[in-house]
């Protein structure tokens, strides 16, 4: 597991994944958190949502954060 990894805690090598794959699933995370049904889903999918974000702000992709705050490495 590489260093960035562990940081967001998402188990995936950084370089093993492509930026248009980690938006998608970014996206698809946040679409959860808003429509899960208990405190727990939505929390767990806005984790998912941020670890995939702080990967793409680790590729110095110009990455809005939900509240709209960008980030950059």
Known sequence: ???SARRSRLPIKLNSMDT???????QVSLWMAV???????R???????R????????RDFPHRHPTGRVTRA
Do not use: F, I, P, S
């Open 1 to 3: 597991m590489t260093v």
């Open 20 to 26: 248009n794959y980690l938006l998608q699933r970014e």
């Open 35 to 41: 429509n899960a049904d208990c405190r727990e889903a």
């Open 43 to 49: 929390y767990a999918h806005r984790g998912l949502a």
């Open 51 to 58: 670890g995939y974000g702080a990967l793409l702000a680790q």
